[in-house]
Every structure is written in C-alpha cells, then in structure tokens.
C-alpha cells in the first residue's frame, strides 16, 4: 500500500490508507484516544478505538513529535465534531495499525506559534525544528511558488538558464570577496562570486542573448538586520535592447507574478514610475522611496497588501571617494558598477575624461516599499570606454589589464548591447509575504554576525588542512571572545550527551 498525502485524505472516505508524519496533538475522551497527524500537506485527525487493541495498546504509549505510520480506513467525521477550518476537517482516520517509525525526546521549543516570541538565536541553533511551525514551512513554499514563476515564465520568453562558476576571480569591483584558498595552486586564490556579474555579459559576448540564473551570491561585508554573507537573486541579461525595453519587460514579469501568486495583493501604479535620481533624492530624501498612498490604515500602518513599485534612474556614473576607504589616487569611484555603459550623451564626457562628476550612466534600480529589490543597467560594450571607466578610479594600464584584461578582450571580438538585473529574492519574498527580515524566509540564515549556530560555523580546521592550503595561522591574532557553551537539563541536551558517548563506544 502506497503512502498518501494529508491533503489527499478526504478524496477517499470508505477506502482503506497508509500515512505517516508527526504527532502533532494528543488527547483522550473517556477510553477514544485522538491524535493529529502532521505530515507537510496538512493536518489529520486519528481515532484509536480499545477493539482495535494492538494499535490502541501501542498508541497510549505515543507522545509529540513522535514519526509514525498509520493504516486505516477513512471515515466522515460526526456532524457535530467537523473542523471548517482545516481540509481535511470533514473526515477522520479510523486507526487499524500503528507503527512508530522514530520517539522524540521534548523539543527545546514551542512549534505551534508563530515564533517570535523565542529568542532567535534558540531558533537558529535548532532551525530544523523551528521549520516545522506552519508559517516557515509557508514561507518555504511560498518563496518556491515564486522561484517557479520566474522560471517558467522567463523559459516562455525565449531565456535559457545557465549555471555560472562559484569559483572564481577576486576583482576590486564591489563588495569584499569571501576568498577561497587553492591548493594547487600555492599562494593564490579563488573569490566567491559577489555576483555572476561578469559572466553574464559573457553570455552575451557568446551570443546566448538571453539568459537567467537563480543565483546564489556572496559578499564578505558588514552585516546589519537585513543582509546575510549569502543571499539568493534573479539574476537575468538580455542582448539587443535599450533600457526601457528591459523595463517594459521586466514590470511585465512581476506584474504577472503577484496577480498569479499573490492575488490578494494590490500594484498602485502601473506602470511602474520612473524617478531620476535627482528627483527621488530632492523629493524624497532616498533613492529608494516609499510611495505608498495614505490609504485606511491597518494597526497603525500603510495597508500591508498595498505594492507600490517605482524604478530609480539616470544616476551618477562616478561619484567621490572617501580617501580612508582606499588606496587608489584617484578621487573617483563607480556609484553601482564599473561595466555600466554612460547614458549616450555622455560617452564622450567619459572618453575624454571630462566632467566626471556630471556623467550619468545608464543604470536603474527597482525599488518597493521603501526597500531597494534590484540594481541593473545597460551595459557597456565598447572595449576602450570600460578602460577609460577603471583609468578615471586611477588604475594604471598593467593594473586595468591584470584583474579586469578578460573583459576588455571578450569586447574586442564583437559584442551586442545588453543590459540586465540583479534583483534580491530574499527580501523580495519578505515584503510579499509581510516578514520583518529575510532570515524569515531563508531555510538556514546567519546570524547578524554571520554565524550559523546549528552548524557551528566558522570553524576551526585541522592543521593538515592548512598545510596543504599552504596557510599559516597568526598565533598572535587577536581572538573573539569565546561564546559561551549552553548548559542545560534539557531532554534535548541530555540526549545529546547520550549521542556523543554512543559514538565514542
């Protein structure tokens, strides 16, 4: 007999079934035992009666959280006792055999809230219990609906996804690198992609003319309440277009998208308003500006379902650097990326190295609620004007040609216009689905100082491993303080200490 779903219980009343999942809730009326079952489509309510005495024995002995199997016939449930307000609510499992698949000792915490109300370090350390509450596991799936969406419709319109390295070249482009030592290589090493950036024009270079990546990217940066050392994008380039071109089509991809996933949520305005720079700064004091509309206020705040999308345009190309932050000579620093083409009427400004302050660069940014989604531009094709772009940040000709040449190369062999997005789905989910921060809908976050708890990480790791990186560990470093190891009764820690003795045997 093959396993069914929850969700799939009430399509067959009479028949004879097999679940299996969690106890979520125990409870006994008179000598009529009752259990919920949990399993990730839904709730089912299980009934041991004393003449079914091998699995009634047996079931008085079950406890939360236990992982069972059950077979059974399913029945409607007594008019009076049907629950409207879950699916399976009109039927119930009349419970023949029981078979207790894994015990559990007492969780460390409370899954039937919302959590917030538990110390998010506690929830971190045992995430893989906090994802058993019902709004994770929501938001899991909501965030999959979403990834889905994209993807389909994106394969419609003609893009191919490709997967791009994860190991790759450290360039001084950005953020701080998360660095990979080699170990075949001594003494260098690999950089994790702070975005699949290059690559991507690449692509182009190559004449895919359309692409699309799900992609994870990395950034060694200091980290505040909504940012991880790793988050995940819709990152997507396409060939042959001018910029509102890829305006036009990308507002038409997150319109159908909250119509189709969120249907319960409200655009503002469509289309989206485009907003220069300098307008959004003097207006509203951001580039990234909340335009929601005064409408009836919900618990002291602007209506939850409201979206009110803008793009930013037209920004600085360069803007002034802060001598403390950098060696460079120059006074001068990309404001978004150094591979942005100038806006047409400023290639010659950038050619002849004039006016540097006034060139715009033909880049944009999308922007919800306040919160900035996506950075992206029309790129720049033309091999000499990406060399003037890292002459003006004062790199000299060896430099420009050792950490950036691979580029400038490509463009010499023909290259298309193209232009994309880096558009963050971590908090682009968030705001959808109404969550304080994206750790909320991250399977495993960070901590805000980028520690994962449930696997103890950073660590340390063992001499032999360094050796053969070829790295050398200054012992007159200065250490963190030492967090401090919980010490508890806990069932949950006692059954720890029960493991490693286990393992040690």
Not at 120 to 149: A, C, G, P, S
């Amino acid at each position: 007999m093959h396993r069914f779903l929850i969700s799939e219980t009430a399509k067959h009343i009479g028949e004879k079934v097999k679940v299996a999942g969690w106890v979520n809730v125990r409870r006994a009326h008179g000598k009529i035992l009752f259990i919920d079952l949990r399993d990730r489509s839904g709730i089912l309510q299980c009934v041991f009666v004393p003449s079914a005495k091998e699995a009634y024995d047996a079931a008085q002995e079950l406890r939360t959280e236990w992982v069972v199997e059950l077979r059974g016939q399913i029945v409607k449930r007594p008019e009076k006792m049907v629950n409207d307000n879950i699916e399976t609510g009109g039927v119930e499992l009349s419970v023949e055999e029981l078979k207790v698949l894994s015990k559990a000792v007492t969780l460390p915490f409370d899954i039937t809230t919302d959590g917030m109300e538990i110390n998010e370090e506690i929830r971190m350390k045992y995430r893989y219990l906090d994802l058993r509450r019902e709004r994770l596991k929501q938001n899991l799936i909501m965030r999959h609906k979403v990834i889905l969406f994209m993807r389909n419709f994106l394969s419609q319109e003609g893009f191919v996804e490709v997967e791009t390295p994860m190991l790759t070249k450290s360039t001084p482009e950005g953020a701080r690198d998360f660095v990979v030592p080699s170990r075949l290589h001594a003494g260098k090493f690999y950089a994790l992609p702070q975005s699949p950036q290059q690559y991507k024009q690449l692509l182009m270079v190559a004449g895919l003319e359309k692409y699309f990546q799900i992609a994870r990217a990395m950034r060694d940066e200091d980290l505040r309440g909504d940012r991880q050392p790793e988050h995940t994008q819709l990152d997507m380039e396409m060939s042959f277009i001018e910029r509102d071109d890829f305006l036009d089509f990308y507002e038409r991809l997150l319109i159908q998208l909250v119509k189709t996933v969120f249907p319960d949520k409200k655009i503002q305005q469509i289309p989206f308003p485009r907003i220069p720079y300098k307008e959004a700064m003097e207006k509203y004091g951001s580039d990234k500006p909340d335009l929601r509309e005064d409408l009836p206020l919900q618990a002291g705040k602007k209506d939850p379902n409201l979206l009110a999308f803008c793009w930013i345009i037209d920004f600085p190309y360069f803007e002034k650097n802060d001598p403390a932050l950098t060696m460079k000579k120059s006074e001068w620093t990309f404001v978004h990326n150094p591979f942005s083409a100038p806006k047409p009427e400023f290639m010659d400004d950038l050619m002849q190295q004039k006016n540097i302050g006034n060139i715009m660069a033909n880049q944009y940014d999308i922007a919800l609620n306040g919160w900035e989604l996506g950075s992206g531009g029309i790129r720049n094709n033309n091999p000499e004007a990406i060399a003037k772009v890292f002459e003006i940040m004062g790199y000299d000709k060896k430099e420009i040609m050792e950490k950036f040449g691979h580029m400038i190369e490509a463009y010499t062999y023909g290259a298309p216009q193209h232009g994309g997005i880096g558009f963050g789905l971590d908090r682009f989910v968030a705001l959808l689905l109404g969550e304080p921060n994206i750790r909320e809908v991250i399977a495993f976050p960070k901590t805000g100082d980028g520690r994962d708890l449930m696997m103890n990480a950073p660590s340390e790791i063992y001499p032999k491993q360094l050796q053969e990186l070829h790295i050398k560990i200054d012992a007159n470093r200065s250490a963190k303080p030492a967090i401090k190891k919980a010490t508890s009764t806990h069932p949950s820690v006692v059954a720890k200490s029960k493991l490693r003795k286990l393992i040690k045997k």
